[in-house]
Nanobody, 121 residues
Framework: QVQLVESGGGLVQAGGSLRLSCAAS????????MGWYRQVSGQQRELVAT???????NYADSVKGRFTISRDNAKNTVYLQMNSLKPEDPADYYC???????????????WGQGTRVTVTS
């Protein structure tokens, strides 16, 4: 059994910053790709950023230059530093990871429960 738990969401003024964290726990052998996605109620979940175990990153055009994804492989944790938040950034932010458990089970695109980000103008 594995688990992804996000934290760090909250209320922030436009132009402000938030840092999201997502910690993986359980019987983890390794984690490959990790990422952040976001979803506004009634809309499809969309990619925000991904990071490979090697550190190679990918960003949605809408967040390039404002958001930074990073990971700590020793802690099985991925972070999303969000700067210069805009009124269009509020959403539920979800962590996603490709996890291999110590039992040999491969959890492809495993999701966390989400953390809400609200931006006030």
């Amino acid at each position: 059994q594995v688990q992804l738990v996000e934290s760090g969401g909250g209320l922030v003024q436009a132009g402000g910053s938030l840092r999201l964290s997502c910690a993986a726990s359980g019987s983890i052998f390794s984690i490959d790709n990790m990422g952040w996605y976001r979803q506004v109620s009634g809309q499809q979940r969309e990619l925000v950023a991904t990071i490979m175990r090697t550190g190679i990153t990918n960003y949605a055009d809408s967040v390039k230059g404002r958001f930074t994804i990073s990971r700590d492989n020793a802690k099985n944790t991925v972070y999303l530093q969000m700067n210069s938040l805009k009124p269009e950034d509020p959403a539920d932010y979800y962590c996603n990871a490709d996890i291999t458990s110590t039992y040999g089970v491969y959890y492809r695109a495993y999701w966390g429960q989400g953390t809400r980000v609200t931006v006030t103008s």
